[in-house]
Every structure is written in structure tokens, then in C-alpha cells.
């Protein structure tokens, strides 16, 4: 017979709760303060190709490059289709000259083992399990090209450090650095294409994706023809020299100039607090109320072992209560469920779920755009929802 009584009641509720309950992985939270005025100067009902269109994209370019402390000589392009559509466009346009290392330790970096298969590029795989794990880096070679995830979104994972890449490699590397872009430290001489979207550390909206070309990807771009057709989205390249006006703002589809404006309105806002330097302090320190939390609390902990590899973007639990992980699989991901449902029913944490292949327990994004006060005020929160489960079990 069903019982129709509420659920017990293991503590009392918290009464602070978080101003902003938006702890999404991406798209992720607006500045402080964004309002829809932010957006009053777009370029709305102007083609893009007008000159105040351009304008408006070379802006967004600049502006990249002054708060990220982009090299001088390195160019950068909005592209379409997001992270995906830039790391894409890398992989197309250069792969297949020499072989290729591809490592990955959660879900969208195993989308590149799987295009890199399509491609039918000679690529050895090296692949980190379980979820928080990372490959073995010491099988990097000198002479390969190599694709990387530098945050593991799904896996609360980083790398830590860019010292397995050779200074004097030969080929070239791929950075998807989608959710470490403006919150973690980049070795431009290291990354010859560095990847990203608008929707993550920054706030911005999605669709539109940034790639980032050192000299020596350039050179391997007007060097090497791939022997396969490439989309029209995918070219960088006109008569075999890279298309300057790509690098200027000129795009190769139609970007949405409403979604420009708000990532210049983003851009502006890094500036005024401090620029890249105070964008890293504020997800380090975000991140670390949730890392000194799980540290003295017994029943969660980081789902990446290594302190050294902690994301300090999307940040992921897992949960190791002894009468949780007694569950199988199905009871597992059920109290996930239904711990998360609770905070999203409170209105203290919406899409602050694992990801849907990852272990279940949370995934909190902590990046620069994420209030400090509202981490701190989450905790009690999350310890409630917590109880209120478990003692369902007991």
C-alpha cells in the first residue's frame, strides 16, 4: 500500500537561503547586475556585414583579447555552432598531416575520440576512467598533434599543469577550453588552438563559439589541405592563406548581434572588476567554500580525487554515504534525483544536477559570474535535502 505521508523531516530548513539560485554548467548565470538594458546599444535589424555590424564584432574580438591576454600574434573569429562548432572546425581543417593523441575524462571531450574515428585520422586514444580520473599524460609524442579538454565540465576535473606538452613539439595542440576560459590560467605557448563558448565562465549566450589560432596553426593551415571536403562552415582558408577578414569580425555565418552585445556587455563587466587576474580570483574562490565544505563533511566528497585537477568551474560531488552506496545503480541516481529535486522545489539550486552520464551526486558551477554569498548560502541548503533523503532510507 502507498503511503500518502510527506516526507520526514530531518532538519529544519535553512533561513538564509542563495540570492541567485542558478548554479547551471551552461548556459550559466548573467553577471551581477545584468539586466535586459544591457542590451539597449545592439545593433538590431542591421546586417552584419554593415558597418556598424562589424564594428560591433571586431569589438567582441578586441575586447577578447585585451581580458583574456590573448598573444599579440595570434588571431582570433567568432564561429558558429558554440565550443563544439570551433573544436570541430580545428579538427577538419588541420588534422590528418601528422598522428594525433587525443585525451578525454568526460563526456564532450570522448566526443572528439569519436570524430577523430569518423575522420579516420590515425589517432591513439587515451582515455581517464573512472569520472574524475585523468589520462596518462606522459604518453603524449613530440611528433603527434594533440586534442585536449583543459576542464572537464562533466567530470569536475583539470588538468594541472601544461607541462606534459612538449616546448618543442612538432605538431600542433587543440585546448577545448570551453569551461576554463577567463577562470583558469592558459600557457598560450602551449595551445595552438584554444576553443570556447560564450555561455560559460562569462555568462554570455550560446550558439557562438571563439577560436583562437597561434602562428603555428596558421602555418599548418595555409600548409596542409585535409583529403576530405570541408563544409562551408569549417574554412578558414582562402587560396591557401588563412581569411584575414574571418579574424576581423567578418563571420562565416550570420551571428546573432543580440547575443553579440551581450557578450560585449560580459566582457566589459571582467574589465571593470579587474580584468582576467580578478575573473580567476572570484571562481577560486567560489569553488573553494564547496572543496573546504566537503573536506570536513563525511558523507560527500570531490568526485576527481587529486586536489591538483579540482575544477574550479563546474565543480562535481559525489555522494559517499555508506547507506547511499549500498544502493545499486538505478537507487543511486534515484536519490540524486530527488536530492536535487528538493533544492530546485525550494528555489535554492535549479540544473545544479550530474550530468547525465556522470556519476550521480552535483555539479555546481562556480565561475566568475557566480556570487560568493550564494555558495556560502547553498551549503546549509544542500546538507538539509541531505538528511531529509536519507532519512528516507533508514
Known amino acids: 500500500m502507498t503511503s500518502n505521508a510527506p516526507p520526514k523531516l530531518a532538519a529544519k530548513k535553512p533561513e538564509i537561503r542563495p540570492a541567485d539560485p542558478r548554479f547551471s554548467s551552461g548556459p550559466t548565470k548573467k553577471r551581477p547586475g545584468w539586466s535586459f538594458t544591457a542590451l ?3 545593433a538590431l535589424g542591421r546586417s552584419h556585414r ?3 555590424g562589424k564594428a560591433k564584432l571586431k569589438e567582441a574580438i578586441d575586447r577578447t583579447r585585451a581580458l583574456l591576454e590573448v598573444p599579440a600574434d595570434f588571431k582570433i573569429a567568432i564561429v558558429p555552432a558554440s565550443d563544439t562548432g570551433a573544436v570541430e572546425m580545428a579538427m577538419w581543417s588541420m588534422l590528418g598531416e ?9 563526456s564532450f571531450g570522448e566526443e572528439w575520440v569519436t570524430d577523430a574515428k569518423a575522420l579516420k585520422i590515425d589517432a591513439a586514444l587515451h582515455v581517464g576512467r573512472p569520472y574524475g580520473a585523468l589520462p596518462d599524460f606522459s604518453k603524449a609524442r613530440r611528433h603527434a598533434d594533440i586534442i ?17 606538452i612538449a616546448a618543442d613539439r612538432e605538431g600542433i595542440t587543440i585546448n577545448d577550453c570551453t569551461s576554463a576560459a577567463f577562470a583558469q590560467p592558459i600557457d598560450w605557448s602551449k595551445s595552438d588552438v584554444v576553443t570556447y563558448s560564450w555561455q560559460k565562465v562569462m555568462g554570455g549566450e550560446a550558439a557562438h563559439g571563439m577560436i583562437i589560432l597561434s602562428p603555428r596553426a596558421v602555418a599548418r593551415l595555409e600548409s596542409y589541405t585535409p583529403d576530405r571536403p570541408l563544409p562551408k562552415i569549417f574554412r578558414m582558408t582562402k587560396k591557401g592563406k588563412l581569411d584575414a577578414e574571418l579574424f576581423e569580425g567578418a563571420t562565416i555565418n550570420t551571428p546573432s548581434l543580440l547575443a553579440t552585445e551581450d557578450y560585449l556587455d560580459t ?6 572588476i579587474g580584468g582576467l587576474k580578478a575573473l580567476h580570483a572570484r571562481a577560486d574562490a567560489n569553488a573553494k567554500v564547496l572543496y573546504d565544505w566537503a573536506a570536513k563533511t563525511p ?9 591538483r585537477t579540482w575544477s574550479n568551474t563546474g565543480v562535481c560531488l559525489a555522494i559517499t554515504d555508506a547507506r547511499v552506496a549500498a544502493l545499486d545503480d ?16 525550494e528555489g535554492v539550486a535549479v540544473d545544479a544536477a550530474n550530468y547525465r552520464s556522470a556519476p550521480p551526486g552535483l555539479r555546481i558551477w562556480c565561475g ?3 556570487e560568493k554569498s550564494d555558495v556560502e548560502a547553498l551549503i546549509p541548503w544542500i546538507e538539509w535535502a541531505f538528511a531529509t533523503c536519507v532519512s528516507d532510507l533508514t
Open 368 to 370: 566568475a559570474t557566480i
Open 299 to 307: 558523507w560527500i566528497a570531490p568526485l576527481a580525487e587529486d586536489p
Open 40 to 42: 539597449e546599444g545592439a
Open 267 to 272: 566582457l566589459k563587466w571582467g574589465e571593470s
Open 98 to 106: 601528422r598522428p594525433v593523441d587525443v585525451f578525454a575524462w568526460e
Open 50 to 52: 554593415s558597418k556598424l
Open 330 to 345: 538505478d537507487g543511486k541516481a534515484a536519490f540524486a534525483k530527488k536530492l536535487n529535486d528538493l533544492l530546485e522545489k
Open 148 to 164: 585536449f579538454t583543459q576542464n572537464g565540465t562533466t567530470a569536475g576535473a583539470k588538468i594541472p599543469n601544461f607541462d606534459w
